[in-house]
């Protein structure tokens, strides 16, 4: 699976960041020459620490990705695009829509342009959420569903994924659009709970405090453990018939939250949970029960996701207990 990159040159945008930084390690075992983008935005996610395994063996070019002089120099000669820099904080959105307007619309489009005219050769694969679906129609959510974002963040990530489409189906730049679900695991931000709620949880445990169960806790999502999605990520791209396609990057075994908490707690042997009121501001935007329909990823790619809710949580706690330092 990784065989393809040995030699070859790739460029991740926001590669400071928690999924970024992953797919950069696994990209350097493969032998990829490879190059990281990141503007260290407070409060996004962007640590240095996030690559020290690789620190001598990347070039770190800190930049915006809505600098198109930059983004029109770096793209040159990549035989890979990831693209996952943006305003990840679907919170921060409520109160100011314009980041996200900003840094994800524009943002891609500076970066797509970039690759039309400076590496029209370059493959691309653009990361979306699956927060660009809205509330679920119905249950798995597969990649027809109707899309109806609740949120300005939500909205600009649909954005950010159509105009990485139109560069492929018009101007021949070969992209693959990925929608995650909620990825946990080590290398994501800890300061705050605004986004990446099963990492924030593993704060709570691990610092022996209470974690808030919003509602009745029965709520279903998907947990994709991060080394599972970046194998996907990595696994799409030498899958010809993947480019132009879009995929649901997920779990097909959804957990509620009151289950996560509860295998968090068991598994950390500290912290505890309670039941807690939904915030005004996650009540306005919680789409209820979501989980994805991976079939068609698995189908056309070959991949599936290979951890246990309990063996991520198990590499995850160890993590940070050894890290956590760098991240609290």
């Not at 915030?279 to 290979?306: H, L, M």
Request: aromatic content about 10%; charged content about 20%.
């Amino acid at each position: 699976m990784t065989q393809g990159f040995q030699g070859k040159k790739v460029l991740i945008t926001g590669g400071m960041g928690f999924i970024g930084s992953n797919l950069a390690i696994a990209l350097v075992k493969a032998g990829a020459d490879v190059t990281i983008t990141d503007a260290m935005i407070p409060d996004f996610g962007g640590n240095l620490f996030n690559i020290e395994p690789i620190r001598d063996q990347v070039v770190v070019n800190f930049c915006d990705i809505r600098d198109a002089h930059v983004m029109n120099y770096l793209v040159r000669n990549q035989d890979y695009v990831f693209h996952l820099a943006g305003q990840v904080d679907h919170i921060a959105s409520l109160t100011d829509p314009f980041p996200d307007i900003d840094m994800n619309i524009k943002g891609t489009a500076v970066l797509m342009e970039a690759c039309k005219h400076h590496n029209p050769q370059a493959r691309v694969v653009h990361v979306g959420t699956r927060g660009q679906y809205g509330p679920a129609v119905s249950l798995p959510v597969s990649e027809t569903a109707p899309t109806y974002p609740k949120g300005i963040y939500e909205i600009s990530r649909l954005a950010a994924e159509k105009i990485t489409q139109v560069y492929n189906d018009i101007h021949g730049i070969r992209s693959i659009m990925l929608r995650l679900t909620n990825v946990y695991g080590p290398r994501a931000q800890m300061k705050h709970a605004r986004y990446g709620v099963a990492n924030w949880f593993v704060r709570l445990a691990i610092d022996d405090d209470t974690i808030k169960v919003f509602g009745d806790g029965l709520i279903k999502r998907d947990f994709l453990y991060v080394d599972d999605c970046v194998q996907a990520m990595l696994m799409a791209t030498q899958c010809e018939a993947a480019y132009g396609e879009i995929f649901n990057v997920g779990v097909d075994q959804p957990t509620n939250f009151k289950e996560l908490a509860e295998s968090l707690v068991r598994i950390a042997g500290t912290g505890r949970w309670e039941y807690a009121p939904f915030t005004p501001e996650r009540a306005a935007q919680d789409p209820g029960d979501f989980y994805s329909d991976i079939s068609k990823i698995c189908r056309i790619v070959g991949w599936e996701p290979a951890t246990t809710l309990d063996d991520g949580l198990i590499k995850t706690l160890a993590y940070y207990r050894q890290y956590k330092h760098y991240y609290w």
